[in-house]
């Protein structure tokens, strides 16, 4: 793996792995600036495959067909990121057409394009589980960019404009930070020639980030939806977590696992589905941000169960913050997480966008492998101590269901 900085200044991290056939290409561009209107950005993502100053929509769609070339746009909480994966004789074709679409956008359509957002969006509410977790990450992150949900970008999306969307695209282009990770089986001359040639026309400023702090929960929250033809509960409970940086981020992925992310042997399954039969699903999930992250247990279960399934999350909470789990179960979480890692470089996409990631992050292409022994030297006093550090404090709370369950459960004033 070798780092190579293109004449205008954007770090490349290229990884040569012989012997496959696709070539891997991922862009991260930084979010440093809160949106204005919500949906900018996500509405900006789409827009770029619906044409250029070169190609129309429908050609792009054919020419990404006929060579099999995979290309994806996705904006994230803190990123846009370009996903670009085809056959290592066709980088050359696959980049150019890359450039045409970050550097060539025409931004036309707007209306149509939203008319589909806005269509796609409302399907979605139509899932109680959306419906619940938008809701959910809505009051956790109060009043944060990271609490909007598909609820606000419907009631701010129309007014979007043209210039809203070209004034974004040029901040993307010109000025937010960006890097470019590259994983296959093409010589290393070759790839930082090609790189240079279609992407050297990006540029970077560096600039102090514009966005805003995710607030500390100074109270417990609790919000609800009333759903009458729910035939399950959703229930989300979480707590602010910290960030990536942190030292307790090691423990933290073992905490995770033990409670709810790793399937049949996590606590939470075991003891909510296994013995009490309250829900099909149920587990924890951990997301690291960069301005603040968030630990969130889940589960989805018949109505009645509210209460003895919120008895159940503080059980084994309370049961990690204050007992020392046994010498074998913390060897099978490290095990577990570990073996589950590996899966995350299975491809040379997804290499390539964990690569990039951690560049993006400014923490070395090799943060890897140093967060896998740091995994290894946990200890379960470790485990204890960041669980008490973190679910001791306050919690948000999201919930659907029909009225009367909600009020049988109290949670109505």
């Known amino acids: 793996m070798e780092r190579y900085t293109l004449k205008n200044g954007i770090n490349s991290i290229i990884n040569r792995n012989n012997n496959t056939p696709r070539t891997a290409v991922v862009i991260y561009s930084k979010i440093d600036k809160d949106e204005e209107k919500s949906g900018l950005y996500y509405l900006?993502?789409?827009l770029l495959f619906q044409g250029t100053k070169n190609r129309t929509a429908e050609q792009i769609a054919n020419e990404l067909?006929?060579?099999?070339?995979?290309?994806?746009?996705?904006k994230k909480n803190d990123f846009i990121r370009f996903k670009l994966l085809c056959l290592n004789e066709d980088i050359n074709y696959a980049l150019?057409?890359?450039?045409?679409?970050?550097?060539?956008?025409?931004?036309?359509d707007i209306e149509k394009e939203i008319f589909k957002i806005?269509?796609?969006?409302?399907?979605?509410?139509?899932?109680?589980?959306?419906?619940?977790?938008?809701?959910?990450?809505?009051?956790?992150?109060?009043?944060?960019?990271?609490?909007i949900g598909r609820k606000e970008i419907l009631e701010q999306i129309n007014t979007i404009t043209k210039e809203d969307l070209l004034k974004a695209y040029n901040e993307i282009k010109n000025i937010s930070f960006k890097n470019i990770s590259v994983v296959g089986d093409i010589d290393k001359e070759i790839i930082t020639a090609l790189l240079e040639k279609h992407l050297g026309e990006l540029k970077?400023?560096?600039?102090?980030?514009e966005r805003q702090a995710v607030p500390q929960l100074n109270e417990d929250r609790i919000s609800?939806?009333?759903?009458?033809?729910?035939?399950?509960?959703?229930?989300?409970k979480g707590w602010i977590f910290p960030n990536i940086y942190s030292e307790d981020y090691p423990a933290i992925i073992l905490l995770n696992t033990i409670l709810g992310s790793s399937g049949l042997s996590s606590r939470l399954f075991l003891e909510l589905r296994?013995?009490?039969g309250l829900a099909y699903t149920v587990r924890s999930i951990f997301e690291p941000y960069i301005l603040g992250g968030s630990f969130t247990v889940y589960i989805a279960t018949e109505p009645k169960n509210?209460?003895?399934?919120?008895?159940?999350?503080?059980?084994?909470?309370?049961?990690?913050m204050t007992e020392l789990m046994s010498d074998e179960e913390l060897e099978n979480a490290k095990n577990n997480a570990i073996g589950k890692r590996q899966f995350f470089r299975e491809t040379n996409l997804l290499e390539a966008s964990l690569n990039g990631y951690y560049e993006f992050l400014a923490l070395g292409y090799d943060f890897e492998e140093k967060l896998i022994s740091s995994i290894k030297s946990v200890t379960k006093e470790k485990i204890l101590e960041t669980a008490k550090k973190y679910f001791s404090s306050n919690s948000a709370l999201g919930i659907l269901a029909p009225e009367k369950y909600l009020k049988d459960a109290n949670l109505l004033k």
Request: hydrophobic share 35%; aromatic share 8%.
């Open 44 to 46: 900006l993502t789409q």
């Open 65 to 74: 067909d006929e060579n099999a070339i995979d290309l994806s746009i996705e």
């Open 274 to 276: 296994e013995k009490q």
């Open 118 to 147: 806005k269509g796609e969006f409302e399907s979605d509410l139509d899932s109680a589980k959306i419906q619940a977790q938008d809701e959910y990450y809505r009051t956790i992150f109060k009043n944060h960019p990271y609490g």
């Open 204 to 209: 970077i400023e560096k600039r102090l980030t």
């Open 224 to 236: 609800v939806v009333k759903k009458e033809d729910a035939n399950q509960a959703q229930i989300f």
């Open 306 to 320: 509210i209460a003895v399934s919120l008895k159940g999350f503080q059980v084994e909470i309370n049961r990690i």
């Open 96 to 108: 150019n057409l890359l450039n045409d679409i970050i550097m060539n956008s025409t931004f036309n």
